[in-house]
């Protein structure tokens, strides 16, 4: 397997500011720091992963700035190039070795931040921050894409304290993909709720989940928590699309699970996946989201049913199969990020251990392409977290 080739880019520095902002001394304005950047990859991943020097960003007048420490290997896709990545994705799962990595599109960057405050804003009144606290930054539109030793946030409602008992790298993992997959759960619970309604007290929805990775595991563990008496009324099938995360569904959660090997004819993936599920399905939340895995979602989907992918997904995806849909009455279903609001009602109840996050494996920041490859060969259960160094490790 060809492992992404690891470009070093250098910038020339040079003073800028973020709008609104307070501007910075000259010795910061020359310091250069270090970003990764994971770019939508080419059929085989190379070049992929690139290493900049950027200048110090600016503190904004409103906002602040932040020391990362460690950023997920994230699930957001940059709005700028959706239908590039879409495409990606697609070339990527028409047999490429790596093509089980990117079915939750697990390589697009940057968008989990978790660190410490190292500058507050001149305008800022805000005092329940300090510099120094321990924060997450929420994913607010024009978040900048790559992972950076600093970041500059526009404003400061967008950072949300954490708990002194949670670990920054498990931080690091709630602001895009946990909070999407809270955000999806609560999205399906509108439609599960109208399904047992309408079958009657003794009625059960059946529910196929595509994916093994953290989102699979975030959704699973949500909804356990939210709803634990409604379980005997809910069926969940998860589809595997690699090794990776079996061993937790089906020792800790006792999840049925069907494997979608690509070995295997389409209608035999189909007729398996009903078969393990008891018939056709009521909902689908699917976060691998390529359209191999939409269509044959749609073939294992009940009439009236409902297909949830993520809205940054959809674009693509409505406009395939949104006439398809109507011929059987069924659904796809858009399903936004999450609010700041859920984002830190998860902020405590990961950090009260009432839900409990999905295992991770931290890299350094400067071994990115290890993480990339290790993705790919379905080697990481859970999340990659990437790490940046503190102040005193890189002297």
């Known amino acids: 397997m060809l ?7 250098e910038t020339t520095p040079v003073p800028g500011g973020s709008e609104g902002g307070s501007g910075g001394s000259e010795l910061e304005m020359a310091r250069l720091i270090k970003q990764v ?24 007048e409103l906002g602040a700035r932040v020391k990362v420490r460690n950023a997920g290997v994230c699930y957001r896709l940059r709005s700028a190039s959706s239908s590039a990545s879409i495409k990606s994705l697609d070339v990527l799962a028409m047999g490429s070795p790596l093509h089980h990595s990117v079915r939750d599109t697990s390589l697009f960057p940057g968008y989990e931040v978790a660190g410490t405050i190292d500058s507050i804003g001149s305008g800022v009144s805000d005092a329940e921050l300090a510099v120094g606290d321990r924060v997450i930054v929420y994913p607010y ?15 400061v409602k967008y950072l949300v304290k954490i708990p002194d008992n949670m670990s920054l790298s498990v ?5 895009s993909g946990a909070l999407w997959a809270m955000n999806t759960v609560f999205r399906a619970r509108e439609q599960v709720t ?9 009625g059960t929805c059946s529910v196929l989940l595509v994916g093994t990775g953290g989102l699979a595991l975030w959704a699973l563990r949500i909804v356990r928590y939210f709803w634990p008496s409604k379980e005997d009324h809910i069926k969940i099938t998860v589809a ?11 020792d800790e959660l006792g999840i049925d699970i069907v494997q979608w090997s690509e070995d295997l004819y389409e209608e035999q993936l189909v007729d398996r996946t009903r078969d393990a599920c008891g018939g056709t399905v009521d909902v689908v939340i699917d976060f691998s989201a390529t359209s191999r895995s939409v269509r044959r979602a749609m073939k294992c989907l009940e009439p009236g049913g409902v297909v949830l992918v993520s809205a940054e997904h959809a674009e693509s995806f409505l406009a395939r199969y949104t006439k398809e849909a109507e011929k059987s009455d069924q659904k796809l279903v858009a399903v936004q990020l999450g609010s700041l609001d859920q984002l830190k009602e998860l902020v405590q109840l990961v950090g009260t251990n009432e839900i409990e996050p999905p295992p991770h494996h931290i890299f350094p920041a400067d071994r990115a392409n290890e993480a990339i490859a290790k993705i790919g ?6 999340r990659a977290i990437l790490e940046f160094p503190e102040e005193e490790e890189e002297e």
Do not use: W
Not at 3 to 9: A, F, N, Q, S
Not at 45 to 57: A, T, V
């Open 377 to 382: 060969k379905g080697q990481i259960q859970g």
């Open 240 to 250: 595997c699309l690699r090794d990776e995360g079996i061993s937790i569904l089906r």
């Open 171 to 175: 931080a690091a993992m709630l602001p």
């Open 194 to 202: 109208e399904v047992i309604k309408n079958k009657g007290e003794r």
């Open 37 to 60: 950047s994971i770019e939508s990859p080419s059929h085989k991943l190379k070049e992929c992963i690139f290493n900049f020097d950027e200048p110090m960003p600016d503190v904004p």
């Open 141 to 155: 539109e024009g978040h900048p894409p790559g992972y950076g030793e600093y970041i500059a946030v526009p404003e």
């Open 3 to 9: 492992l992404p080739e690891v470009k070093t880019m």
